[in-house]
């Protein structure tokens, strides 16, 4: 049986670099476990469906990890914690401001 993992030049398995976006991940993550809470909390509520105590503690539970992780994600972004990466080249922006010059017009000329 032959081994399907590939090695780098070094002998290293390669490893992708992490491009994730935690804080927005978790941002956007918990607004969609909150909504979701919100929708499932709603029947029974309002339908007096599945009313039951333990689904409406599983509901506050997921409204709590909502919560959690929306402040996460708030907390990650508003703390600048994002590593750079492609995304986030300081140092390209800043050469993109400083060499900023108007383009050059040009005229389209009919033939």
């Given at each position: 049986p032959h081994s399907l993992v590939v090695h780098s030049v070094s002998g290293r398995s390669p490893r992708m670099p992490c491009e994730?976006?935690?804080?927005?991940?978790?941002?956007f993550g918990g607004i969609i476990i909150?909504?979701?809470?919100?929708?499932?909390?709603f029947f029974p509520v309002f339908l007096d469906l599945?009313?039951?105590?333990?689904?409406?503690?599983?509901?506050?539970?997921?409204?709590g990890i909502g919560c959690a992780l929306t402040a996460i994600g708030l907390l990650w972004e508003a703390l600048g914690l994002q590593k750079g990466g492609r995304w986030h080249n300081k140092k390209a922006s800043a050469r993109e401001c400083e060499d900023a010059e108007a383009p050059i017009p040009y005229v389209m000329i009919s033939a």
């Open positions: 994730c976006q935690v804080g927005l991940s978790c941002l909150i909504v979701a809470a919100g929708v499932f909390t599945f009313d039951y105590p333990w689904y409406i503690s599983l509901c506050w539970l997921w409204f």
